[in-house]
């Protein structure tokens, strides 16, 4: 079993910045991949970027050169750094992490940013 716990959120002016933070507990040495997706109100949930055990990182398109995913494994805690956020940037971020071995999908309760124009 694996815990994520959101952080972070908030309301912040477009252009502004903001990092979240996921903290994981639980069984995070068989995690393989950790992520960020995002809904916005009466949207479908989006991947936003993603980091992998060996320190990998991609992302969406509408986040590259703006967002940055890194960990601290010390901490067990992924980061997702938004810069230059826009309106649109506003929704419920999630953490998600993926075990292959087990095919498991772990999601936490998310954290809500709103950016005002």
């Known amino acids: 079993q694996v815990q994520l716990v959101e952080s972070g959120g908030g309301l912040v002016q477009a252009g502004g910045s903001l990092r979240l933070s996921c903290a994981a507990s639980?069984?995070?040495?068989?995690?393989?991949?950790m992520d960020w997706y995002r809904q916005a109100p009466g949207k479908q949930r989006e991947l936003v970027g993603g980091?992998?055990?060996?320190?990998?990182?991609n992302y969406a398109d509408f986040v590259k050169g703006r967002f940055t995913i890194s960990r601290d494994n010390a901490k067990n805690t992924v980061y997702l750094q938004m810069n230059s956020l826009k309106p649109e940037d506003t929704a419920v971020y999630y953490c998600?992490?993926?075990?292959?071995?087990?095919?498991?999908?772990?999601w936490g309760k998310g954290t809500l940013v709103t950016v005002s124009s």
């Open positions: 980091i992998t055990s060996g320190g990998s990182t």
């Open positions: 639980g069984s995070i040495f068989s995690i393989n991949a």
């Open positions: 998600h992490a993926f075990i292959r071995a087990t095919l498991m999908n772990y």
